[in-house]
C-alpha cells in the first residue's frame, strides 16, 4: 500500500528529526514544523523521544498497538514492546 505522504515531507520530517536530536549541530532545530507531523497528528516532543530511543520503545517493529500485535502474532510471539510508545502518539492504541 502506498504511504499517506509526499516524499518531500518525509525527507523535510527526517532533516528536522536529525537537527532537534543533535543539538550541538548548526541549525539546531528549524523553526518550522513538519507538515507530516500536523498530519499525523503527533507532538513534537513524542516524535523526538521516540525517535532517540526507537529500540527501548517499540524492540524491532513499530506501528499502531493493533499493528504491534498482530505482527507478534504471526511471528509466534507472547508479547511486544511498544504499547507504551503507543500511547505517546495521539492514533495509536
Given at each position: 500500500?502506498?504511504?499517506?505522504?509526499?516524499?518531500?515531507?518525509?525527507?523535510?520530517?527526517?532533516?528536522?528529526?536529525g537537527r532537534a536530536i543533535r543539538d550541538?549541530?548548526?541549525?539546531?532545530?528549524?523553526k518550522h514544523r513538519p507538515k507530516l507531523l500536523d498530519a499525523l497528528g503527533i507532538a513534537e516532543e513524542s516524535w523526538v523521544y521516540l525517535v532517540k530511543d526507537f529500540s527501548r520503545c517499540f524492540g524491532c517493529a513499530a506501528g499502531s498497538w493493533e499493528h504491534l500485535t498482530q505482527h507478534c502474532?504471526?511471528?509466534?510471539?507472547?508479547?511486544?514492546?511498544?504499547h507504551h510508545a503507543c500511547d505517546k502518539?495521539?492514533?495509536?492504541?
Open positions: 500500500p502506498c504511504l499517506p505522504f509526499y516524499l518531500e515531507e518525509y525527507f523535510d520530517l527526517v532533516d528536522w528529526t550541538d549541530k548548526k541549525g539546531h532545530i528549524p502474532a504471526r511471528s509466534g510471539h507472547y508479547w511486544s514492546k511498544g502518539l495521539s492514533g495509536c492504541g
